[in-house]
């Protein structure tokens, strides 16, 4: 550990997907640790569960007693976290160690061989498929995962004998550019947190910035169509992959070939520069994760991982919790729940509910996300919803932000052209309720849509409509 004149950890944000990865990882290596949030969550109640004191009162007096040694303690914090929050005043004031949590994840990550998957659309999924092949193979891997993996029920995987980490690259607020990759993964850099970057040519140059991370002797791993400027350092190998490729644009280096759907499940052949895996089977049946396949594939290919362990490890694959997940699947109702919360993510989505069940009705509900994205990309969000057949919106969750007038849900209401509502979360489950008694009619498909708190609501409804 790098941390040796430490013996506790306090994490200012503790319920962040990427915070309590880290709690957790701390608490493996024997630091104590506690933190703050704002709410309780399942997620909290876990860590509560696995030992890790969580406070929800932001008073200093709230922390812990063996976190008040500013010689001993280390404080992480999200950036979600204000600055005025009164125990980051209280740890700045009294002179404690205060580093951001992609800070600590690159100190952590420059000690082993990280593969890290960045982009705008996609990094949960690709970084959990490339995860779980490393895990179930000879290889192993350590990881600190965006979302929690189905397989196993954690976003913290941990390893003994392996000194590879897989890595979620998140751009919010630039954090990946703390990271140092021995080999890294581009998605997708279409622009979003424009608060943080500006504007579109902002966005695309951070993305620059973090090729120019790669590790001599690496490798970067871009999507065919991705246009950054490449900063690689010599010594760095540059592949390109696709799902099923472009015809317009060269063959890439990794990509699918001969797609075939078969009893609903999805297959094809993967292609490396070198050899053709035929008749793999994608173990979550989601069109845009063959993409997303070949990515992680890819980057376990490359580090050794045999053609019978990627036979097996994609077959087992399944899933990322809130990525596509069917909740419901009856005659009478089908329920999907999904991440998306940028009008690409949710084009994807909406696309990947026609190709499954292309005949029945599609009701989506979303909650839009941040007063600034949904100001931002309004006439996408608008664009993308409207290909559903009916629109029940929340309104914006905040998150971090404060209101921005003229920005709200009934902004997208007006602008979407597809039957549309806007409800609160009492209002929403009453509809549904109101709904789910006519068992004559089909109900036909809802899917959540939103990275909000929309999660909360997702047992609600599948009571409603199973």
Request: glycine letters at 8%.
């Amino acid at each position: 550990m790098i941390y040796t004149n430490l013996t506790s950890v306090f994490f200012l944000g503790i319920g962040g997907i990427g915070m309590s990865a880290i709690a957790r990882y701390f608490l493996s290596k024997g630091f104590h640790v506690a933190g703050y949030d704002r709410t309780p969550s399942p997620l909290t109640a876990e860590l509560q569960q696995e030992g890790i004191g969580v406070v929800f009162d932001e008073s200093p007096d709230a922390v812990p007693d063996d976190f008040r040694e500013n010689e001993h303690t280390l404080v992480v914090r999200t950036p979600a976290v204000p600055e005025s929050q009164k125990q980051f005043v209280w740890f700045r004031d009294n002179g404690f160690c205060i580093k951001k949590r992609a800070e600590v994840l690159g100190d952590i990550t420059r000690q082993m061989q990280a593969l890290c998957v960045a982009g705008t659309h996609g990094k949960t999924t690709t970084s959990t498929i490339l995860a779980h092949l490393l895990y179930q193979s000879d290889i192993n891997t350590n990881a600190f995962l965006g979302g929690i993996s189905n397989n196993y029920g954690t976003n913290l995987l941990l390893s003994k004998d392996s000194n590879y980490v897989v890595v979620e690259a998140d751009e919010y607020d630039r954090s990946f550019h703390w990271l140092s990759p021995y080999m890294a993964v581009i998605t997708s850099a279409d622009p979003d947190h424009l608060d943080i970057y500006g504007d579109a040519a902002g966005f695309r140059e951070g993305f620059s910035h973090f090729t120019s991370l790669v590790r001599k002797g690496g490798v970067l791993l871009l999507r065919q169509g991705v246009h950054i400027d490449l900063r690689v350092q010599s010594g760095v190998s540059v592949y390109t992959y696709s799902g099923i490729p472009d015809e317009a644009l060269p063959l890439p280096d990794f990509r699918a070939e001969n797609v075939t759907v078969k009893d609903g499940n999805i297959f094809f052949d993967f292609v490396t520069p070198q050899e053709r895996i035929s008749g793999l089977k994608l173990g979550v049946p989601v069109w845009v994760n063959i993409e997303n396949s070949v990515a992680a594939m890819a980057v376990a290919w490359l580090n050794g991982v045999t053609e019978s362990e990627l036979r097996i490890g994609l077959a087992s694959y399944s899933g990322v919790w809130r990525r596509f997940n069917i909740h419901v699947n009856t005659d009478h109702a089908v329920y999907i729940d999904d991440y998306a919360h940028h009008p690409t993510e949710i084009s994807n989505s909406i696309k990947s509910i026609r190709r499954l069940l292309p005949d029945r009705h599609l009701t989506v509900i979303f909650q839009p996300h941040l007063f600034t994205r949904t100001r931002d990309f309004a006439d996408g969000f608008a664009a993308e919803l409207s290909m559903a057949d009916e629109i029940l919106l929340l309104p914006v969750y905040p998150a971090r932000e404060l209101p921005i007038e003229g920005v709200d849900s009934f902004m997208l209401q007006r602008k979407i052209t597809v039957p549309c509502r806007v409800l609160e979360k009492t209002e929403l489950i009453d509809e549904l309720k109101r709904r789910a008694t006519d068992k004559a009619h089909d109900l036909g498909i809802y899917a959540t849509i939103g990275a909000g708190d929309i999660d909360r609501l997702v047992p609600t409804i599948t009571r409603i409509l199973d």
